[in-house]
């Protein structure tokens, strides 16, 4: 049992894990935002896949995908394999 008279100290945080913090925040929210961009580009690709669009409009689409996975790639998003395998998976689904 704990005494009446003594109080438990919290421990602070330091100034470098404060803003570790919120750089890991602003950091979540980008690769949040970046990530929704893809996918609405790669649900846009499929429907118009499923509609039998024209293949020119398909092509850009998938174009925008794969742009949007290779600058994914370079700013940390996306690891390597992971928008090689994706970019692969959607060339099979339109030949």
């Known amino acids: ?8 100290e919290v421990k602070q945080k330091r100034p470098s894990a404060l803003k570790r913090d919120l750089q890991n925040e602003k950091r979540r929210l980008r690769n ?8 609405t580009a790669v649900r846009s ?5 499923s509609e039998k669009e ?3 409009s398909v092509k850009s689409k998938l174009d925008l995908i794969f742009s949007l ?3 994914g ?23």
């Open 1 to 8: 049992m704990a005494e009446a008279g003594k109080k438990e």
């Open 32 to 39: 949040r935002s970046y990530r929704a961009k893809v996918s």
């Open 45 to 49: 690709f499929e429907k118009s896949l």
């Open 54 to 56: 024209a293949p020119e």
């Open 69 to 71: 996975m290779d600058k």
């Open 73 to 95: 790639v370079k700013v940390g998003v996306y690891k390597l394999q992971k928008a090689s395998r994706t970019k692969s998976r959607l060339q099979a689904r339109l030949a």
